[in-house]
């Protein structure tokens, strides 16, 4: 079974930055790709970011495109979501999910096979 932390999360200013990580662990750890989705209250989760395991392939939603990174540390097993710019707007609870399935939709929460747990994210005007 894999687990998968998340952490970093936090409150911040508008035009802050906030760097979050996703720290697998269980079994041997060999995702196709990984991704970060963001639930604010209210709302359905929603892709934020996806990069692929192997070759670090990364995309984002328009929302976020040019604000935020994702990155992964293979050795690590750990993927990373840096965010600047923040907009209130951001303001969710962020998760990592991981795929094993080379055919996944990277944008759709249905595509992935595990999750953690979230972690908050407020951006104050």
């Known amino acids: 079974q894999v687990q998968l932390v998340e952490s970093g999360g936090g409150l911040v200013q508008a035009g802050g930055s906030l760097a979050l990580s996703c720290a697998a662990s269980?079994?041997?750890?060999?995702?196709?790709?990984m991704g970060w989705f963001r639930q604010a209250p209210g709302k359905e989760r929603e892709f934020v970011a996806s990069?692929?395991?192997?070759?670090?392939?990364?995309f984002y939603s328009d929302s976020v495109k040019g604000r935020f990174t994702i990155s992964r540390d293979n050795a690590k097993n750990t993927v990373y979501l840096q965010m600047n710019s923040l907009k209130p707007e951001d303001t969710a609870v962020y998760y990592c999910?991981?795929?094993?399935?080379?055919?996944?939709?990277?944008?759709?929460?249905?595509?992935?096979?595990?999750w953690g747990q979230g972690t908050q994210v407020t951006v104050s005007s």
């Open positions: 990069i692929t395991w192997s070759f670090g392939s990364t």
């Open positions: 269980g079994r041997t750890f060999s995702p196709y790709s």
């Open positions: 999910a991981a795929t094993l399935n080379y055919r996944a939709i990277y944008y759709s929460t249905g595509a992935y096979d595990y």
